[in-house]
């Protein structure tokens, strides 16, 4: 550091109108600073001329740097100088992405030999059997149980540390990342699994034994998932979590299917599912009408979009003592620091209500980058209602699978929904990280980002159901095994976070922490697939 220098300010890029923080004083010195790499930073110094100045330096992850101040022509410029070189971050990823795909070249190929060298196993790209394996035909629709493997695969990869990489970790706040869009593919494939699961129960039983049905259920994950969140201190115990807003968005979204009457022909007699007929080829009666999965069940409708208008009006009008109304932002040094104790404005002003911030997350992804001091639960009260809409969007799939008896009307279908709820969130968001109406954030669970990532969905859906249900050219393995025992892989992967060999500590580099991730997603993936080879399920 150069005898000129009083102080030295910085704050990343990627904190929203942030405070600088003091990063180093003439007074108080330090020969090293630990920055973040991952975005880019922005450096203001006040020099002892009285001159400031400022720069704007992207490092590289494990890279040393030197800075030094130079006078040209009177002027003050600020340059940073390499010292040791960065490591190539991508290689660990690229590497990975090579391994995984000679690990499915390794896995075709030991299929199609067991194929031709046995004949008690039987092959073909779409379908297959084990030995060992029931001969007992199968209904469910393996696309949506390799899409729901899939999720959970970058769920465990995610929660075991992403490789260190942020695109593989939750956004701080606004924003969009592979590891956001996880929990909410999870929602939607759950909504279109209760649009199969609820019509079939209707032709062998009453809505009074299935709301009970439901009830029970959620009231186990709801009870399992505060068991996931360890409250060995009755005082500190965290309440809200991923099951427990599955649980209650499954109860509400159920009850809405149920209870809420359809028009026209009853819904039940739209399809007619037989004992002996799969479910994944329902009759539908000969109406040709081109909007027949969403006229009968306007009513249903009408009060699920009053629950997404419910979740923006509170968001927007509700008044925060301290804060007002309206404000969206992450708290702490952000937006100026004029909202330091606001953090997710509505959201968290009612989650401390309810909950009260002992019952939180005590460690909210604001708090190191913004500085938060308070606790924010991105699974609280008002995520909860455009959750439910989420999984409303998944039935709206599911019914256009039981509705629709050809593939090209719902592929054209499932495209124009994907297309719209895409294109609404991007709208909504003005397609920016946080200049937008309604900013894209997983934290606040935003209409924006409900919508987006239900696009996604629908358009991931789509290309698994042509290789998967279409072509038969893929059955979905191995990702499928992990699909059909979704439950007890995500409790497994909680409770034996931190046990060899689902993880354990490495030097800390893109490389150990990918090595040490994918070993403990392949664990899981042995699990499930020797669960699934003794017809294993479990499920609550």
């Known amino acids: ?9 910085g704050v990343s890029k990627n904190c929203y109108k942030c405070v600088g923080q003091q990063l180093w004083d003439k007074h108080s010195p330090t020969d090293n600073i630990n920055l973040d790499s991952s975005h880019p930073f922005d450096f203001y110094y006040h020099l002892r001329s009285g001159h400031t100045s400022n720069a704007t330096f992207r490092f590289g992850g494990q890279g040393k740097y030197a800075m030094l101040i130079e006078i040209n022509d009177n002027k003050y410029e600020v340059r940073i100088v390499t010292m040791k070189p ?10 990975s992405i090579v391994a995984c795909v000679g690990i499915a070249i390794i896995w075709i190929i030991i299929v199609i030999i067991r194929r031709t060298r046995s004949q008690k196993i039987s092959v073909t790209f779409g379908e297959y059997q084990w030995a060992g394996e029931s001969s007992k035909k199968s209904y469910r629709i393996h696309s949506l149980d390799t899409l729901r493997g899939i999720a959970l695969f970058l769920m465990i990869f995610v929660n075991y540390g992403g490789g260190g990489y942020w695109y593989f970790n939750y956004s701080i ?42 009830l029970k259920r959620s009231i186990i994950l ?15 115990w965290r309440i809200p979590g991923v099951l427990q807003r599955i649980s209650l968005t499954y109860a509400i979204t159920s009850i809405i299917i149920l209870c809420i009457p359809s028009f026209g022909k009853s819904y039940k007699s739209r399809v007619i599912i037989n004992e002996d007929e799969p479910i994944s080829t329902p009759r539908p009666e000969t109406s040709s009408s081109p909007f027949r999965d969403v006229f009968p069940f306007w009513i249903q409708w009408v009060l699920v979009l009053s629950i997404l208008a419910a979740h923006i009006l509170v968001s927007f009008l509700l008044h925060v003592p301290g804060c007002g109304s309206g404000y969206l932002g992450a708290g702490g040094i952000g937006d100026g620091g004029s909202f ?45 209602l455009s959750s439910i809409f989420l999984c409303f969007l998944g039935v709206q799939c599911g019914r256009i699978h039981l509705l629709y008896t050809t593939d090209k009307e719902r592929y054209i279908r499932w495209l124009i929904w994907g297309v719209i709820c895409g294109g609404v969130g991007l709208l909504l968001c003005k397609c920016k990280k946080d200049e937008g109406w309604i900013p894209l954030n997983r934290n606040l669970w935003s209409p924006s980002f409900v919508l ?59 490389a150990g922490l990918m090595l040490s991730n994918f070993i403990g997603v ?9 669960a699934y080879r003794k017809e294993l399920v479990f499920s609550v």
């Open 173 to 214: 706040w606004n924003g969009l990342t592979v590891a956001d869009v996880v929990f909410p593919m999870f929602i939607w494939i759950m909504g279109f699994a209760m649009a199969l699961k609820f019509i079939r129960l209707m032709q062998f039983g009453t809505k009074g034994i299935i709301i009970l049905n439901v």
């Open 1 to 9: 550091m150069t005898t000129d220098l009083l102080q030295m300010f």
């Open 340 to 384: 330091e104790n606001c953090t997710g404005g509505a959201s968290g002003y009612i989650d401390n209500l309810v909950f009260t911030k002992e019952h939180m997350d005590g460690n909210p992804t604001t708090k190191q980058l913004y500085q938060t001091t308070t606790a924010y639960d991105p699974y609280g009260v008002l995520g909860t």
């Open 452 to 510: 987006v990532s239900a696009g996604i969905c629908f358009i991931s859906f789509i290309l698994l159901y042509v290789v998967i249900e279409s072509l038969t050219f893929w059955n979905g393995s191995p990702f499928r095994f992990l699909g059909v025992n979704s439950i007890m892989i995500y409790c497994g992967h909680i409770i034996l976070k931190g046990y060899f060999p689902f993880s354990f500590h490495t030097q800390y580099s893109h």
């Open 86 to 95: 960065p490591t190539n971050a991508l290689l660990p990823l690229g590497t």
């Open 222 to 236: 709801f009870v399992l998932g505060l068991l996931l969140n360890n409250g060995h201190n009755l005082d500190t």
């Open 522 to 530: 392949a664990c899981w993936f042995i699990i499930a697939f020797v």
